[in-house]
């Protein structure tokens, strides 16, 4: 059995599903429907504008199909449309999987969406009158797929290290709370320009802290745009998942402390291409030509697979495990340490 254990719901909308919202929701905005011909964009010009074109250590050239997905998000309807179609999706590609939503970005796109501004919307009007039905989208979509297919699938609530809105966010803190129970953990992730990638601020760690007694397992994004010191930093707050974390490989010290503290790394073959591939290109000459993870499965590391952000990178899971083993990954080592982080996660073992 082979679990997809980092997967993004905003990378996850497919060309096929965007361009049936799009009929279906009638958007007109160009990225969905050309005004000369009067027609709804196919699904390859969708994925012509949705998938990078190859790797770039520029982050913005990701980021920006990322935005471009968003414009899809009008009403809340149109979120639970598309978020049944990425559930449907990735249980077609894989044995389960966990997916990921960074609600505050979903939430502040949908405002952009409707003609307000986000930051003008008070932060608690933002989180029960905005924040919360989108949330309660996403996790009807989930328990109606799960329903149909019988495969395991969880939610983990991702928080931004942009950190836009302290109130906002504190707000939106609030509405987790209440929703913990269906959702399997916490997550840190975000895209911040140099000269400090991975930043942790103040007010997302008092956040985490506040959190945590609801929602325990706390995965972050570390070592993929920066460096090994970026790993020991949030090793600090005690994570039990890494995503990421490819620069382990530059310090014997923080690949042993992973090891000792049983920290699982997420690793995801292709959107390490894509994303960095200067740094990845400088790891894999330190280690003998070794790609990360056979590199840090020889390393003793417990690590996992995900395909990050299937649609902008052009993958899916199965793809990542027909890439893994080509690497020279040991499958069956890959298999056990998926099984124990899904029960390290959801106490159910599979």
């Known amino acids: 059995m082979f679990l997809d254990l980092h997967r993004h719901l905003e990378g996850s909308h497919s060309p096929a599903a965007l361009a049936k919202v799009a009929r279906d929701f009638d958007l007109r905005a160009p990225l969905f429907f050309d005004e000369v011909t009067q027609a709804f964009r196919s ?9 990078m074109a190859g790797p770039s250590d520029d982050a913005s050239v990701f980021y920006r199909c990322i935005v471009l997905a968003r414009q899809a998000y009008v009403s809340v309807a149109a979120i639970r449309a598309l978020s049944v179609a990425a559930f449907q999706e990735a249980a077609a590609d894989t044995d389960g999987f966990e997916l990921r939503i960074s609600l505050f970005s979903m939430t502040r796109t949908l405002l952009e969406n409707l003609g307000l501004r986000w930051r003008e919307v008070p932060p608690r009007a933002f989180a029960e009158q905005y924040a919360r039905p989108v949330l309660l989208a996403v996790l009807s979509a989930r ?3 799960a329903a149909a297919t019988k495969k395991p699938m969880v939610v983990r609530l991702g928080l931004s290290r942009t950190w836009e809105s302290g109130p906002h966010y504190d707000a939106l803190g609030d509405v987790v709370v209440e929703h913990a ?3 399997v953990g916490l997550d840190v992730l975000g895209i911040v320009p140099p000269p ?13 802290a506040r959190l945590r007694p609801h929602l325990p397992d706390l995965t972050i994004h570390a070592g993929e745009f920066a460096g090994h010191g970026s790993i ?3 090793l600090e707050l005690e994570p039990r998942g890494i995503g990421h974390g490819v620069h382990a490989l530059e310090s014997p010290q923080t690949l ?23 740094a990845l290109a400088k790891l894999k000459a330190a280690h003998a030509g070794l790609e990360p993870l056979p590199a840090l499965q020889r390393c003793h590391v417990h690590c996992v697979l995900g395909s990050d952000d299937p649609t902008p990178m052009g993958t899916r899971f199965s793809a990542e ?16 340490d998926m099984r124990r982080r899904w029960l390290e996660m959801t106490g159910t073992a599979l």
């Open 321 to 336: 495990l027909s890439v893994a083993e080509a690497l020279g990954a040991d499958l069956r080592t890959l298999e056990a």
């Open 256 to 278: 042993a402390r992973l090891v000792r503290d049983g920290v699982t790394l997420e690793v995801c073959p292709t959107s390490n291409r894509l994303l960095i591939p200067s």
């Open 143 to 145: 328990d109606e797929v």
């Open 232 to 234: 020991d930093r949030v």
């Open 196 to 208: 400090d990638t991975e930043p942790m601020p103040e007010g997302l760690v008092r956040l985490l």
């Open 181 to 183: 129970g269906q959702l």
């Open 43 to 51: 699904e390859a010009e969708l994925a012509a504008a949705l998938t």
